[in-house]
């Protein structure tokens, strides 16, 4: 009894004791709590009324308008109680602002109230758009900040000198302020790159990606002890890179990626102390062997040295290694032969990419369990004959690139037993017969599909509902038979090529139901037929890119089609989200147009939310036409061309077609057209290429096709034109582009233009006409005259050929 009284008291006591200190908790939180600060609460109020909330400022999906819910009424004018708003416990001054992906658009300046906030540490803005604005000179009223990040949201022009007083930063990010195009929209010249660090000594982080910069990288960077991260991905540097940047000892992340006129050589002894974890030297200069002191980086777990002048690879050494995730060797100048075998030992790797070397591959005979689980795997021209057999044990496989090999026979249905693939790239090799019936269903992740440049054939497999294929390639094989109607189940397709194949079907009018499908592809088949009117409700909404040139198409020109295709109608852009690099590309080689589809690989990331691998795929264009070349990088939905050429279309060339403003190339040439070149066609301002040759076209050129300015390319050669060539812009196209109209006159062509070419009037109406005398006079002269100006004229051009466009901006 005593004892259990004993126990009731011990426990009464201690629970009284916890009530006692969770009240004095709750008593001092109460009171310690900060209270908002009128005059800071007013400068916030008045930051939010000068931007307006813009939905497209942000490409963020969890980005929402922060400041919508700061307002002065009484029960919520704490200010520290603000969505992204905190306050200093002890004094209550606002120290962080984050309004990072708030949808805030409109223009910062040196007056705004922001500045205001003296006791400022933390400012985060990333992700908005600021109307591009200059970073503000009063930035440098913000003394105490240790965190500042202007990424990401339209601010342009010189980084001013006042960000170098901020003598505080422990991080500064600057990076990916660029326009819709990808230009780089902030510079770094006064104060140059060594100027903006020199008073910043307790940097940790610094972020410039796509900031140009356009000098060498200063070496007083080395004395930054602190340095964690340094990206300066895409800066435009140049020179070399300063070696003792490499023996910083709390450097874990270093990006120079993407500057082109950049060298340099990785040191030959590197800081044991060195606790470098991701390493990226793509798209640079570097130079000398590998893997160098690469193997000492115990901690290293990311390196890309793609697209580099590295020599020559001591791959055997990165076994030591056991760390890294992701390797990427690729387009470098490694050769030799390599025992794939050596990979067993770096269990951890999931991204291997050892594409575009001249390095022979060679594989084990047996199956082979104890590979590393790869998620990307890029052997691209490794001079490969079979597969290897190792891919049969490979469950997290998603993208897989095996193009420029010389693999032979047929596909093994053994392919989709590859569950998680999302990419699978096969094209330029030497495989043939048909594919697996599997092939359609294996997998409803997979998103692209490229088997072009091969000698597969038989009927193009049947595809499932449900997938989630966005591109498919089956250009350049021996496909036979009708176009299979399961693509309609692809209801996600942006792109589909099946060009040069043995094709035999009429127009397939049901791809219009496609709602995404923004490139068509039919060309050099034996597609035939009148192009009727289209059948169903939907008649390609996002079309941009047609060609289905050299097939058997006859009958009038697809007027009702050429209506109905809106996007060819916009010069607006239309989705801006495909502006990222790192290309593994796929060129086909159509006559007009040729397309590269570009993989954005993006692994772990310094501050994302999660270190899964996301994937991003867009499509890159050249318009290639007899000679002339037209690159569109990372636009490729602002680009809209219509190839319709080398079939028999007949009639003529309605007027409708100049309502697709969006144009950059038309073909319509080797078809069988009359009438006359409408002018209508001089509202397509973006045009590029205009090729209406080897038809029956009459009449003369419009004048007004002289103020497309944007021509590259104009051939109206072997048609019945007459009169004129219109003397601006298109006289300077080769003489070739015009041959074959006998009608034709002008000053590329034998047969001049002018009054001598007139005829002249009847006996009869000069006798009775009351300038009689005076136009003999007259004639005779102006005769002579031109005559004598155009030998003189001959004759200058001969020994000054630039006078011509020097004095008269013409060429001749």
Not at 38 to 55: A, C, G, V
Not at 401 to 426: H, M, P
Not at 592 to 616: C, D, E, G, H, W
């Amino acid at each position: 009894m005593g004892s259990s009284m004993l126990c009731f008291s011990c426990t009464s006591f201690v629970l009284n004791v916890i009530y006692i200190l969770l009240f004095l908790t709750l008593f001092r939180f109460s009171f310690s709590q900060p209270v908002c600060r009128d005059e800071e609460r007013s400068s916030l109020l008045q930051f939010k009324e000068s931007f307006i909330t813009d939905y497209s400022a942000s490409d963020e999906p969890h980005a929402y308008s922060k400041v919508a819910f700061w307002t002065n009424k009484e029960e919520s004018r704490d200010c520290c109680m603000w969505h992204g708003v905190e306050c200093d416990e002890i004094t209550g001054h606002v120290i962080s602002l984050n309004l990072s992906s708030s949808y805030l658009y409109g223009s910062l300046d040196s007056n705004s109230s922001l500045f205001n906030l003296v006791h400022l540490q933390i400012l985060d803005l990333a992700d908005n758009d600021f109307n591009y604005s200059q970073i503000p000179n009063a930035i440098k009223r913000l003394s105490k900040l240790t965190y500042l990040s202007l990424e990401d949201s339209f601010f342009s022009g010189q980084i001013p000198s006042e960000v170098s007083e901020l003598s505080k930063l422990l991080q500064l990010s600057l990076c990916n302020n660029i326009d819709p195009f990808g230009k780089s929209l902030l510079e770094l010249k006064k104060p140059i790159f060594e100027s903006l660090t020199s008073n910043l000594t307790s940097l940790e982080e610094l972020f410039l990606n796509n900031v140009y910069i356009s000098s060498t990288v200063p070496k007083s960077l080395a004395n930054l002890s602190s340095l964690t991260s340094l990206f300066l991905r895409d800066c435009h540097l140049k020179g070399e890179f300063p070696v003792d940047i490499f023996q910083l000892p709390n450097l874990q992340y270093l990006s120079v990626r993407f500057n082109e006129d950049l060298s340099g050589r990785l040191p030959l002894v590197l800081n044991q102390r060195s606790s470098l974890k991701s390493l990226l030297l793509s798209g640079t200069r570097f130079y000398g062997d590998l893997p160098s002191p690469v193997e000492k980086l115990a901690s290293l777990t990311e390196f890309k040295a793609s697209g580099c002048n590295f020599s020559r690879a001591i791959l055997s050494s990165i076994s030591k290694l056991n760390q890294l995730t992701f390797l990427d060797l690729s387009e470098n100048n490694l050769s030799g032969t390599l025992n794939f075998d050596m990979f067993i030992i770096l269990k951890n790797v999931t991204v291997l990419v050892l594409s575009q070397n001249k390095l022979s591959l060679i594989f084990s005979s047996w199956i082979n369990e104890n590979f590393p689980q790869f998620t990307v795997l890029h052997l691209s021209c490794c001079n490969l004959r079979t597969f290897p057999h190792f891919l049969m044990h490979q469950k997290n496989l998603q993208i897989l690139s095996f193009v420029g090999n010389s693999l032979i026979g047929e596909l093994s249905s053994a392919i989709c037993n590859l569950s998680s693939l999302k990419v699978l790239l096969l094209s330029n090799n030497k495989l043939g017969g048909e594919l697996p019936h599997c092939f359609g269903k294996f997998s409803k992740l997979v998103s692209i599909v490229d088997l072009s440049n091969n000698s597969f054939s038989g009927n193009i497999p049947e595809f499932t509902k449900g997938n989630q294929l966005k591109i498919i390639n089956l250009g350049y094989n021996q496909f036979e038979g009708k176009l299979s109607k399961s693509l309609t189940h692809c209801k996600m397709l942006r792109y589909l090529n099946v060009e040069s194949n043995k094709l035999n079907d009429i127009f397939p009018y049901w791809l219009g139901t496609l709602p995404e499908l923004i490139i068509l592809q039919l060309q050099k088949n034996e597609f035939r037929g009148v192009i009727e009117e289209p059948r169903t409700n939907l008649h390609f909404p996002k079309l941009r890119i047609v060609d289905i040139s050299y097939n058997n198409f006859f009958g009038k020109l697809p007027l009702k089609y050429i209506q109905s295709w809106k996007t060819m109608r916009s010069t607006s852009l239309v989705d801006s989200n495909y502006m990222m690099t790192i290309p593994f590309q796929t060129r086909s080689t159509s006559i007009n147009v040729n397309y590269s589809y570009y993989m954005m690989i993006t692994p772990f990331q310094i501050r994302a939310k999660n270190s899964l691998l996301t994937y991003l795929h867009y499509l890159d264009i050249t318009i290639a036409i007899k000679g002339i070349r037209i690159h569109y990088e990372k636009i490729q939905n602002i680009i809209a061309v219509l190839n319709l050429s080398n079939n028999k279309f007949d009639g003529e060339i309605h007027k409708i077609i100049g309502n697709l403003v969006g144009l950059h190339a038309l073909d319509l040439s080797n078809n069988l057209l009359k009438g006359g070149i409408p002018t209508s066609l001089t509202n397509l301002t973006k045009l590029e290429s205009l090729d209406l040759s080897q038809n029956s076209l009459l009449g003369e050129i419009p004048s007004d096709l002289d103020h497309l300015s944007f021509l590259q390319y104009f051939n109206v050669s072997y048609n019945n034109l007459s009169g004129p060539i219109p003397h601006t812009h298109l006289i300077t196209f080769d003489s070739s582009f015009y041959e074959g109209n006998l009608g034709l006159c002008g000053i590329l062509l034998q047969n001049l233009c002018g009054a001598l070419e007139q005829p002249l009037p009847s006996y009869e109406e000069e006798r009775n006409s009351p300038f009689q005398f005076g136009w003999k006079v007259v004639a005779v002269g102006y005769g002579c005259g031109f005559l004598i100006g155009w030998f003189i004229g001959k004759v200058v051009i001969a020994r000054k050929p630039n006078w011509l466009v020097e004095t008269f901006s013409i060429r001749g």
